[in-house]
């Protein structure tokens, strides 16, 4: 490792050498305004985690984000319960679990509001010969958004974000086996405003925390499901969306729990449960005229939005398990959930799985309804993206859109479990060829392994049904 802001510093080689200087020097600005003493750095794993370290700030500013820092690839060998899976090429025993680096991004640095004196910065993670770990999910993206500016665009989104509050701490939950758990708020009350007051407390101590930290928020309000929120976060560019939505998920679980509640992004955490979801609003813009809305002509959606739109529809079914990545994804997509089963789309039709808006150019975009809240944010984008330029690069054409139900005579069936998911991505030459053989035969482990350990467990509903009747 050489020491140089070009190959592991700052931005990952991505500023010049003067642009990091300064980014350094507007870090200790920071430092110095929000009194910071403790540095947070880290990166996503395969699952959306944040994984990294505490440092004191001096150490963060004279050696960190000048070097990075190494972390095993441990990291990307874990399941989500830590559980080793020596079932890769990139992390395992053959490699003797070797350093990895983590390389701050000085772009993502912001003060942690809900932790005073501490600042937090992502990461993208390089070998140690400053190469690319092609299994993290932000090295994913990157690749992705520099695909879409080869071809002259930059793609935006916005994400909703759905998850369930509960008057629980994990301890309470765990001695509960997260059954039976007591709703932030009972009943259903969808859009209702004495609900959220009710809950104000701490809806509005996490969106005065995001604005705090630089994830713009939209919109908060009540939903389907007992203690179900939706907190809505402002459209950016895909690298900084995805940034801004690892950091919410975190910030929303720390700041429930200090107002006593516990946060869940699970895709369903009950049968009797409304789930919960992630709807990605995509738009996109020439780089070369960035104030227009490449989605529109004039006179409604453009050529590229219907490519767009093909795109993402052609790619659905191999790119599901990037959508839906768990077992427990797909016990939220079933008929008349709200939640897609086919690859359909349709104008303002909230039953189909792209939701295209365009009366016009400032609200002109489609929505991606198919990733659940516990989707990746890095890889649901990449998948967002891939579709698109896939849509663009073949000239697609979408189908006809679906008028009405779009659960009634559903063609274009996707994936309904994540082993089917599985398969489908492992099949798939169109996801090999968008994110190269590397990260698809890690992320096609990861997946089998957790369908795997599914496969093997007793559950409680078994129990119950079968246990003294046969």
Not at 66 to 84: A, C, K, M, Q
Not at 211 to 221: E, F, G, H, Q, Y
Not at 226 to 235: D, M, P, S, T, Y
Request: hydrophobic share 40%; proline share 5%; aromatic share 8%.
């Amino acid at each position: 490792m050489t020491d140089t802001w070009t190959t592991t510093g700052v931005t990952n080689g991505r500023v010049t050498n003067d642009e990091a200087h300064a980014a350094v020097a507007a870090a200790r600005a920071l430092f110095d305004q929000h009194r910071i003493t403790t540095v947070q750095f880290g990166m996503t794993d395969i699952d959306g985690q944040l994984r990294g370290k505490f440092v004191p700030a001096e150490v963060f500013l004279d050696s960190i984000v000048r070097r990075g820092s190494t972390i095993p690839n441990i990291v990307f060998g874990w399941d989500i319960e830590d559980t080793l899976m020596d079932c890769y090429t990139v992390s395992g025993w053959q490699t003797g679990y070797s350093d990895v680096v983590l390389v701050p991004d000085l772009a993502t640095l912001r003060p942690v509001p809900w932790e005073p004196g501490h600042a937090l910065v992502l990461c993208d993670v390089v070998n140690t010969d400053g190469s690319q770990v092609a299994v993290s999910p932000r090295t994913v993206l990157v690749e992705q958004a520099a695909r879409a500016a080869a071809l002259g665009y930059r793609v935006t989104a916005g994400y909703e974000l759905e998850f369930y509050l509960f008057r629980e701490t994990p301890e309470s939950a765990a001695a509960k086996g997260y059954r039976n758990l007591t709703p932030a708020a009972p009943g259903h009350a969808t859009f209702s405003l004495n609900r959220h007051s009710a809950l104000e407390e701490v809806i509005g101590a996490i969106r005065e925390g995001m604005r705090a930290c630089d994830v713009p928020i939209l919109a908060s309000n009540a939903e389907y499901g007992a203690g179900q929120l939706e907190i809505n976060i402002e459209h950016a560019d895909v690298l900084t969306t995805a940034d801004r939505v690892a950091i919410y998920k975190n910030g929303v679980r720390r700041i429930a729990e200090q107002h006593g509640y516990l946060a869940t992004f699970m895709a369903k955490v009950a049968t009797e449960s409304a789930g919960s979801s992630a709807h990605i609003h995509q738009s996109m813009q020439r780089i070369d005229s960035p104030a227009r809305n490449a989605m529109w002509d004039g006179d409604g959606p453009s050529a590229l939005m219907r490519h767009a739109v093909a795109g993402q529809l052609a790619s659905m079914r191999d790119f599901t398990v990037l959508y839906c990545p768990t077992v427990n994804s797909y016990k939220r997509r079933v008929p008349g959930s709200w939640s897609p089963v086919s690859a359909a789309w349709g104008t303002d039709n909230r039953t189909a799985a792209l939701r295209v808006i365009a009366a016009d150019e400032p609200t002109c975009r489609m929505e991606n309804r198919l990733p659940g809240a516990d989707a990746n944010p890095y890889l649901a984008l990449s998948a967002c993206v891939a579709g698109i330029l896939h849509g663009i690069d073949n000239d697609l054409q979408p189908p006809a859109p679906v008028v009405g139900n779009a659960y009634e005579g559903a063609e274009a069936a996707l994936p309904c479990s994540l082993a089917e998911a599985v398969d489908a991505f492992g099949r798939s030459g169109l996801a090999r060829a968008a994110f190269g053989d590397t990260f698809v035969e890690h992320y096609l482990a990861s997946r089998q392994w957790e369908r795997d350990r599914h496969r093997e467990a007793v559950s409680d509903w078994e129990n119950g049904r079968y246990f003294s009747r046969v």
